[in-house]
């Protein structure tokens, strides 16, 4: 299909011309950030920036913050570095779409200029007040050289202007500080305020001074001036620090409408609620279902051991510091995620920029009620071409078939696998019942199994010497009962020297008695996205290939397995590129 296209909407071209003077233009000087000897010439190719990920033209880009949708906008404020390639200098960046793939970016929403944010402007959330008016929580550093860590509040300064494109922040700030009990310097990332018993209430995750256990730290308040800080945290575990907590109701299980976290803290028709916090420990974000009660404040996981064992994670890869909102107009909440860089911050100042956001994805209870599914927001596949489509293929144990006809470094691809039979399932070894990641860097792509490894080689050089795969591979326990794993395996993503290259993996929660097992993967450049079973378990990783870049890269399904695999439909996309931040 040649170049990927721009896919412009009327609105946005109109907006685009009025709004060419606000638009935030921070830039780095090439010239300063230019690659040296050292950094490979593939890392600093334009086809290694992404496609139809959110990102801004250059700099780093952090956790998203504050989604929120206004006026017939949806507004995305992010983290972000105007000056460079690496954190610092920190900003809420800004940036409004109608439909949540094309962006334009504004102005910055929130950058430091008052005594309690004179240091820093870090993360938080937006909630929306029983006037409909939006109003911004987030943490501010208040003193040089020492993260002390304070929360305030900003407010948009015409709020009929559907862009929020200006705020400030009222004299009462802050509207919370760190008192005894907690830890000044991991006191961070307020969230979505919600209305129960007649109070707002807000959490802030935390740390508790001299332990390991985290916190979700509980305010209250009347007027959304004045907070009060409860007597115990909502909830707490010893996992360490707890960054970027989001606290949301869902409905019942199996339905996917959405429920908006400002109005219905503990409303009718709230069946459980969800707390997610960001290990800073590990680099992941992990979730429990549970009950919250507001008149004793608090929230008691379904799971008792899901805070430390048997951990729920959104995301099984690079992804992290993630936020959700409740859409009005289509009743859904969306998940919005950071994924980081997996190469060198050398690099990364060649390259000029570090960081994007994971698409959107809409989040609901599962039929089972023990976890979340997700999937990519439906407007996505605005952006699909021409399908290639492949039905009723069989792959014989160790071969493989390369799908033609598209470019395949910048696709959506879909695939309905049937397995044959299970009784050559590996026996499944309770020693990685917690660690499904480790699990998978033993048994990877290439390791030969009974019932898998089978799924997809993406972004691969013609040679294959060069491959990134996402597979599935199916145990079985003492019983007989079928274990899923998924699996991201980049260890041959790149012959780029000294790359992190980690696996990825998470068990797949679903029947496969059937043989039937599906897998979504969003290819865009340098990022996987993956999902599998219908969104049950979801992984992104960032490979950096050196020769399956722009029309180089190709697509296989690959059967390492023993028994006989079918793709009974597998349907591949070419994506066009959206408007993307001026970019």
């Known amino acids: 299909m040649g170049n990927p296209k721009w896919v412009l909407a009327p609105w946005a071209v109109l907006l685009l011309l009025q709004l060419a003077s606000a638009s935030h233009h921070a830039r780095l000087s090439l010239e300063t950030e230019a690659a040296s000897p050292s950094v490979p010439a593939s890392i600093v190719s334009p086809l290694l920036r992404t496609g139809y990920h959110f990102q801004p033209p250059m700099n780093w880009i952090n956790d998203p913050n504050g989604p929120l949708y206004y006026k017939g906008w949806y507004h995305l404020f992010y983290q972000y570095n105007p000056k460079g390639a690496v954190w610092g200098n920190i900003i809420w960046a800004h940036s409004v779409s109608r439909d949540l793939i094309n962006w334009i970016a504004l102005e910055p929403a929130i950058s430091p200029s008052i005594p309690t944010d004179q ?101 209250r308040s009347r007027d959304f001036k004045h907070w009060v800080r409860a007597k115990h945290p909502l909830h707490s575990a010893l996992t360490g620090m707890w960054e970027c907590p989001d606290f949301f109701p869902v409905g019942k299980a199996g339905v996917e409408n959405g429920l908006d976290t400002s109005e219905y803290g503990a409303a009718a028709g709230v069946e459980k609620h969800v707390l997610k916090n960001s290990l800073d420990l ?35 890869g690079n992804f992290y ?62 952006l699909r071409g021409k399908p290639v489509n492949v039905g009723d293929k069989v792959v014989k144990p160790g071969q493989h078939f390369e799908v033609t006809g598209l470019q395949s470094y910048q696709s959506d691809v879909e695939v309905s696998f049937e397995v044959s039979s299970l009784d050559k399932a590996e026996p499944f070894d309770p020693a990685y019942s917690n660690d499904a990641q480790k699990l998978c860097g033993i048994k990877g792509a290439d390791v030969k199994g009974g019932v898998g490894p089978f799924g997809l080689w993406v972004l691969a050089s013609a040679d294959l010497a060069e491959k990134t795969a996402v597979f599935f591979r199916v145990f079985k326990d003492g019983y007989g009962k079928p274990i899923v794993l998924m699996c991201s395996d980049p260890t041959k993503s790149s ?74 439909k597998l349907t591949a996309w070419e994506m066009k590129r959206p408007l993307m931040n001026g970019a």
């Open 495 to 568: 012959l780029t020297p000294d790359l992190y290259k980690p696996t990825f993996a998470g068990f797949v929660d679903t029947d496969i008695s059937s043989g039937k097992i599906s897998l979504r993967s969003l290819i865009d450049r340098s990022v996987v996205e993956s999902f599998g079973a219908g969104g049950k378990t979801c992984i992104l990783s960032r490979v950096y290939p050196s020769m399956a870049l722009g029309k180089d890269a190709h697509l296989h399904v690959f059967n390492n397995g023993e028994t006989d695999i079918k793709v009974s």
């Open 119 to 219: 240091y820093g402007v870090w993360s938080g959330s937006t909630t929306i007040l029983h006037d409909g008016t939006p109003a911004i929580l987030y943490t501010g550093i208040d003193r040089p050289s020492v993260n002390y860590q304070i929360q305030n509040i900003a407010l948009p300064k015409n709020a009929s202007d559907p862009l929020l494109r200006e705020w400030y922040k009222p004299g009462y700030n802050p509207i919370a500080v760190p008192m005894a009990g907690i830890n000044a310097t991991q006191f961070r990332d307020p969230t979505t305020a919600w209305f129960a018993g007649r109070h707002w209430r807000m959490l802030v995750g935390g740390l508790r001074p001299g332990t390991l256990r985290g916190e979700a730290i509980l305010y």
């Open 321 to 382: 510091a993630s936020k959700t909102f409740f859409d009005p107009v289509k009743h859904r909440r969306i998940l919005l995620g950071w994924a980081n860089e997996s190469d060198s911050v050398a690099h990364d100042k060649a390259k000029g920029w570090a960081g994007i956001q994971a698409i959107p994805r809409k989040i609901w209870l599962d039929p089972s009620g023990k976890q979340l599914v997700q999937w990519p927001v439906e407007e996505l596949e605005k």
């Open 282 to 316: 590990t680099r992941y974000d992990y979730y429990t279902i549970g009950t919250y009660d507001n008149v004793k404040e608090r929230y008691v996981p379904d799971n008792p051991t899901g805070d430390v064992y048997q951990r729920l994670q959104y995301d099984y």
